[in-house]
């Protein structure tokens, strides 16, 4: 089992607001982000970060956003699509697009919002 899955969200969430603020984004987006891909609601999420969730648990208990499919790329040099770990892959989920969001992409094009 790797480390980062009994880590708590909690402690990994403030460097995310961290990567994003310094982007000139903001923690409301973080969480809009993180809202979609967990299908969490903002008294979800604070309840996780509150109560020190294990990322482990944290996607155990989430709905994942059929829009992950459409989530490629790169994170660390590994492609997120080939992760085979389930787990592992959610997470990587996570990581693609907080740095898509820290790289100023357009929130639709990070919330894969179908073009229209």
């Known amino acids: 089992m790797h480390r ?3 880590t708590a969200v909690a402690d990994v969430y403030p460097h995310y607001v961290a990567k994003v603020e310094r ?3 903001t923690r409301a987006e973080l969480d809009e ?6 299908g969490f ?5 604070e309840k996780h ?3 020190r969730t294990t990322f482990a648990d944290f996607f155990a208990g989430a ?3 059929p829009g992950t499919a459409l989530i490629t790329g790169s994170v660390c040099g590994v492609k997120v699509q080939e992760v085979e770990d389930p ?7 996570l ?6 969001l820290a790289k100023g992409r357009p929130m639709e094009k990070v919330l894969r919002s179908p073009a229209g």
């Open 33 to 38: 982000v993180v809202r979609w891909l967990t």
């Open 4 to 6: 980062i899955f009994t």
């Open 49 to 51: 970060l509150a109560e």
């Open 63 to 65: 709905t994942l956003n």
């Open 95 to 100: 990581d693609k697009l907080v740095d898509e």
């Open 23 to 25: 982007k000139g984004r």
């Open 87 to 93: 787990l592992m892959q959610r997470i990587r989920f």
């Open 41 to 45: 609601d903002q008294d979800d999420l």
